[in-house]
């Protein structure tokens, strides 16, 4: 079965900090995403990566970066912190195939609180 | 613009009770998926159907692409089905996902 592990799962950050997001894969997908939750907007979409070595901005990219060092880790970092970026963060990776397409495995969420 | 909406926000069944969850695009997508949520947990895939339909279990989703639309039908509902339903899809040609708001569900014994 698919595995996506994040990293930590919870945290507590002060406005103006810097917070770094980890994600693994273990799936040998080529696609993975940073998506953040919050009540009333769903899910969006943050950063996504096609290949290692290469990011791209999602719908909602501004005070984020990611980073793809590897096929299996996905990071979203968070220069300077702020109150409005507290929200639950997931990960994913899929990749399309003819038969699923473009099924995403999600991982479980990091939870951000920043004050 | 929200381009996913799902309707309805909310619905509570009795146990047994079957439930119908809409969601419609204000764009044109080939890859339609169907989520589901605890409160505070992990997104797992419940369907990928981008278009007609598609059974797994208790569940069936219909996508009818020309007219920007998908539902999933739950039959039979049980207390472990409550949680939230997204819905989401990706522009054609595009791999950016968007997702829904969703729709919760609560089923009462």
């Known amino acids: 079965e698919a595995a996506v592990t994040q990293s930590p799962r919870s945290k507590v950050a002060v406005t103006g900090g810097k917070v770094t997001l980890s994600c693994h894969q273990t799936?040998?997908?080529?696609?993975m995403y940073w998506y953040r939750q919050d009540t009333g907007h769903g899910l969006r979409l943050i950063h996504y990566?096609?290949?290692?070595?290469?990011?791209e901005k999602g719908d909602i990219p501004d005070g984020y970066k990611a980073s793809r060092p590897s096929q299996e880790n996905f990071s979203l970092i968070l220069e300077l912190a702020s109150l409005s970026q507290t929200a639950v963060y997931f990960c994913?990776?899929?990749?399309?195939?003819?038969?699923?397409?473009?099924?995403?495995?999600f991982g479980p969420g990091t939870r951000l609180l920043v004050l | 613009e929200q381009q996913v909406q799902q309707s309805p926000a909310s619905l509570v069944l009795q146990e047994a009770e079957n439930a119908e969850l809409q969601c419609s695009f204000s764009?044109?997508?080939?890859?339609v998926q169907w989520f589901y949520q605890r409160p505070g947990g992990r997104l797992v895939s419940l369907l990928y159907?981008?278009?007609g339909t598609k059974q797994s279990g208790r569940l069936t989703s219909t996508t009818v692409i020309k007219e920007r639309r998908s539902s999933l039908h739950i039959s039979s509902s049980q207390i472990t089905d409550s949680g939230t339903y997204l819905c989401?899809?990706?522009?054609?040609?595009?791999?950016?996902?968007?997702f829904g708001t969703g729709t919760r569900l609560q089923v009462l014994p």
């Open positions: 764009i044109f997508t080939n890859q």
């Open positions: 799936n040998n997908h080529d696609y």
């Open positions: 159907n981008p278009s």
């Open positions: 989401a899809m990706a522009p054609s040609n595009t791999n950016k996902v968007v």
């Open positions: 994913a990776s899929s990749e399309p195939d003819r038969i699923n397409q473009d099924t995403q495995y």
């Open positions: 990566s096609y290949v290692a070595d290469s990011t």
